[in-house]
């Protein structure tokens, strides 16, 4: 079903279904790349647990309907997109080096006394 089709049916709901309509049309955007709307936050499901994954805010009831989502306008998004995931995961998983080593230096400085 084509916007245009589910505009010309909505009826009483207007508000309510065309919010539904807004998300949708955002949820398709952000799919492909593994992102998904919460309340407004755009999160990465695909990222580790222990990783924030949170990329950023998308205000869903300003979208318009009749116009393509470019995910361009939102920059967060956009910048995440365009190498901020990866970016993200190789400070992660820095962190977690710099981390193990700190804790093998001082279980090695404890096992010496």
């Known amino acids: ?55 950023g805010y998308i205000d869903n009831k300003k979208i318009d309907l009749e116009v393509p989502i470019s995910l361009c306008d939102y920059p967060d998004v956009a910048a995440y997109i365009d190498g901020g995931r990866e970016r993200r995961i190789k400070k992660f998983r820095k962190e977690q080096d710099e981390a193990a080593a700190w804790i093998k230096e001082r279980n090695e400085l404890y096992s010496k006394n």
């Open 1 to 55: 079903m084509t916007i245009q089709s589910e505009l010309s049916t909505i009826g009483q709901n207007t508000p309510f279904r065309m919010n539904i309509m807004r998300y949708k049309k955002v949820s398709e955007a952000l799919a492909p790349y593994g992102l998904v709307l919460r309340n407004g936050v755009v999160i990465d499901e695909t990222l580790p647990r222990n990783v924030h994954s949170v990329v």
